[in-house]
């Protein structure tokens, strides 16, 4: 028969133990939150087409009226202007409210010489005094302008430094416009290497890439004037490079804007009207790949 003190320090043990139960039975684990859903990041690709390129206005009010704004944008030539005014801040209606009012002779300034006839010191001012002379790593959304440089044919991506300088030499057209010098290097139109800049996206981080090509396929009989017979000599050559570009694209919207040509300014209302066709005739798929997309990157 135990004693009183032998008997203690049991009848201790089996009241830390029992309150040690009850503890855990009123004090459940803390619930773990869930994770954030993971979202993929829309990348915008602009392509080149001189002012076909007024199209992308139309694209970008009617991805911008469906929810679906972009996280960043690239473009080549025509795309890298409309596009380094959408980086600044500029909605898709105050972007067709720029559009109606640019007069041509904002972006021309000729010259005499055997490497061009337009200088482009008006275009790299006019997008400077547009995005508030913001440098492009300032600006509101990250934006990258395709060029290519002119010694070596390699494709470069502008991502820092000034926004009209970038743009300039993204648009500047092979015997049109003259190259653009920055630092050492001379550069030219980036539709050359990258007619619709969709590697820049992904290279920017895009896990999903919407396309916009305007470029016109080369029709039998349909070049007329220097312009456009030179938009189809370089379409004819880019198509290697297009079709590399828009295969690693998601969605490619393609405005009709076959029948307007390179220097068709007066037809800024047609080719954004085409942009929006184009575009709200693409929301379906877009919205369908996006939900697949975002379904693949939170299993």
Not at 12 to 21: D, E, P, T
Not at 177 to 200: E, M, R
Request: net charge positive; hydrophobic share 45%.
């Amino acid at each position: 028969m135990m004693s009183k003190h032998t008997l203690r320090p049991w009848l201790l043990a089996g009241m830390a133990a029992l309150l040690s139960a009850c503890t855990s039975l009123s004090s459940p684990p803390a619930a773990v939150a869930p994770k954030p859903a993971l979202k993929p990041k829309i990348g915008l690709a602009l392509g080149g087409g001189a002012a076909k390129g007024f199209a992308h206005v139309g694209v970008i009010k009617v991805l911008e009226a469906a929810g679906l704004t972009p996280d960043l944008v690239t473009g080549t030539s025509a795309g890298s202007v409309v596009g380094s005014l959408y980086a600044s801040g500029l909605s898709g209606m105050q972007l067709q409210s720029r559009a109606i009012q640019l007069d041509e002779s904002n972006l021309t300034d000729w010259t005499l010489s055997s490497k061009g006839v337009i200088k482009g010191e008006k275009l790299q001012n006019w997008i400077n005094a547009q995005v508030a002379n913001k440098t492009m790593e300032q600006l509101p959304r990250p934006f990258g302008a395709v060029a290519t440089e002119l010694d070596s044919g390699r494709k470069v991506v502008f991502r820092l430094g000034n926004t009209g300088q970038a743009v300039r030499a993204s648009a500047s057209i092979p015997n049109v416009f003259l190259p653009v010098k920055i630092g050492n290097k001379s550069y030219v139109d980036g539709g050359l290497v990258s007619p619709v800049p969709v590697s820049a996206a992904r290279e920017m981080g895009a896990d999903f890439v919407i396309a916009v090509d305007i470029s016109a396929r080369p029709r039998k009989g349909a070049a007329t004037g220097f312009l456009s017979m030179l938009d189809q000599s370089l379409n004819i050559m880019n198509g290697p490079a297009l079709a590399q570009e828009l295969k690693q694209a998601d969605v490619v919207i393609r405005p009709q804007v076959q029948n307007i040509g390179s220097a068709q300014f007066d037809a800024r209302h047609q080719a954004i009207l085409e942009g929006e066709r184009a575009a709200q005739a693409a929301l379906p798929q877009i919205r369908q790949l996006l939900q697949q997309k975002a379904i693949a990157m939170n299993k």
